[in-house]
């Protein structure tokens, strides 16, 4: 006697949400700017990221 057993879903591979989102929007200003998407992935990643204020006077200082 022969069993018929369902598959097993395949596991689907997600990125999260955010990185989903950013590509999205990379895309989008690939297309208006004329850019590969990397360039723009790239230029977007650097805009989210904090820099460093090394030139803002400490105003304790100046007290």
């Given at each position: 006697?022969?069993?018929?057993?369902?598959?097993?879903?395949?596991?689907?591979?997600?990125?999260?949400?955010?990185?989903?989102?950013?590509?999205?929007?990379?895309?989008?200003?690939?297309?208006?700017?004329?850019l590969?998407?990397?360039?723009?992935?790239?230029?977007l990643?650097?805009?989210?990221?904090?820099?460093?204020?090394?030139?803002?006077?400490?105003?304790?200082?100046?007290?």
């Open positions: 006697m022969i069993r018929v057993v369902g598959k097993k879903a395949k596991q689907s591979v997600s990125e999260p949400l955010e990185d989903r989102e950013m590509a999205i929007e990379a895309a989008y200003h690939a297309r208006k700017f004329g590969t998407k990397e360039e723009a992935l790239r230029m990643k650097d805009a989210r990221t904090p820099k460093r204020l090394a030139n803002v006077p400490d105003r304790a200082k100046g007290r």
